[in-house]
T-cell receptor, first 112, second 112 residues
Framework: DAGITQSPRHKVTETGTPVTLRCHQT?????MYWYRQDPGHGLRLIHY???????DKGEVSDGYSVSRSKTEDFLLTLESATSSQTSVYFC???????????FGPGTRLTVL | GQSLEQPSEVTAVEGAIVQINCTYQ??????LSWYQQHDGGAPTFLSY????GLEETGRFSSFLSRSDSYGYLLLQELQMKDSASYFC?????????????FGGGTRLMVKP
């Protein structure tokens, strides 16, 4: 299995609070992605990174920001969480050498 | 933008063959991937088709027709452990990175 971890695995927070989710990889892959998964919507890309300090928006980026200061870490921040951001968040990694993305175990976030 | 259509649910019996279809509309198409996800788990890569035709990997095969914007995943000799959700995803290259856009997923239920 690809070395990819996410923390925390579960979090409950209140509306209006900031939340940061962490993705850590030990594979030295160039590309890292953040997705959210909601029933009936599959996986939707929030943001992705193609290198240290290089990031770009995905299809559902509003309300989210990301940072990548090291190859191995990709942070997703909800500046002011809303109930619509209750979801399961998956981090994934990939490289230009492979056609597949490797997914982390996911973080279940509940915003009350 | 990108859009993918796949059936929401499919039911089959153990030992049977099942086909999960996926049609897509996209700009900048590079290939079609399939991922499997068990309840509570992370998506895992099954197959990737960049060219027309059939790719076989054990009990699973994947087919692509670029001219028809259509692909399918074929699962043979179904086993109970194949009960899971299956996602098709189109690969598009945007600026940098191998971006994936996922369909809404097909929930496969295998019955004894």
């Amino acid at each position: 299995d690809a070395g990819i971890t996410q923390s925390p695995r579960h979090k409950v927070t209140e509306t209006g609070t900031p939340v940061t989710l962490r993705c850590h990889q030990t594979e030295n892959h160039r590309y890292m992605y953040w997705y959210r998964q909601d029933p009936g919507h599959g996986l939707r890309l929030i943001h992705y990174s193609y290198g240290v300090k290089d990031t770009d928006k995905g299809e559902v980026s509003d309300g989210y920001s990301v940072s990548r200061s090291k190859t191995e870490d990709f942070l997703l921040t909800l500046e002011s969480a809303t109930s619509s951001q209750t979801s399961v968040y998956f981090c994934a990694i990939g490289s230009s050498s492979y056609n597949e993305q490797f997914f982390g175990p996911g973080t279940r976030l509940t915003v009350l | 933008g990108q859009s993918l259509e796949q059936p929401s649910e499919v039911t089959a019996v153990e030992g049977a063959i099942v086909q999960i279809n996926c049609t897509y509309q996209t700009s900048g198409f590079y290939g079609l991937s399939w991922y499997q996800q068990h309840d509570g788990g992370a998506p895992t890569f099954l197959s990737y088709n960049a060219l027309d035709g059939l790719e076989e990997t054990g009990r699973f095969s994947s087919f692509l027709s670029r001219s028809d914007s259509y692909g399918y995943l074929l699962l043979q000799e179904l086993q109970m452990k194949d009960s899971a959700s299956y996602f098709c995803a189109v690969r598009v290259a945007k600026n940098a990175g191998n971006m994936l856009t996922f369909g809404g997923g097909t929930r496969l239920m295998v019955k004894p």
